[in-house]
């Protein structure tokens, strides 16, 4: 992190991830129940990264001249750490195998659906005749 920057008056005193920040810390072998102080500390530190890291990636973007920010400005905001990039492309990659598998998974229900006369996914319109509908 370049800069520090002060946080939003709107977020003091709030707690963004206390719930994660408590199953983390009893994880990695503190009690079940932290001390408030050490959950408000992580949380500041875990939100000022965010924060931190969104900037560099809008900034990157502004650099590319685009209004709007993509995966791509986030990988290189994280590429100083080499650790951090190597996880974000892991769960970019199981991210797209999971898509595909649902993709095949939707096809394959959508042609059990089309044997037995009815249409894939959402709600079409209806012909006359079908399913209770009266015909004029």
């Not at 990157?60 to 995966?71: D, E, F, G, P």
């Amino acid at each position: 992190m370049t800069e520090v920057r002060a946080r939003a008056a709107r977020h003091k005193g709030q707690l963004n991830f206390e719930a994660e920040l408590k199953a983390l810390l009893y994880a990695y072998g503190d009690v079940p129940t932290p001390l408030p102080e050490t959950v408000r500390v992580l949380d500041e530190i875990v939100t000022d990264f965010i924060i931190e890291t969104c900037h560099q990636a809008a900034r990157s973007a502004t650099y590319s001249n685009r209004q709007k920010i993509k995966v791509d400005d986030f990988k290189f905001a994280i590429r100083g750490n080499e650790a951090m990039l190597g996880r974000v492309q892991e769960l970019l990659g199981m991210d797209k195998e999971l898509k595909e598998a649902r993709k095949q998974f939707d096809v394959a229900e959508g042609e059990k659906g089309l044997e037995k006369g009815r249409g894939g996914r959402g709600r079409g319109k209806r012909k006359r005749g079908e399913e209770g509908e009266e015909e004029d």
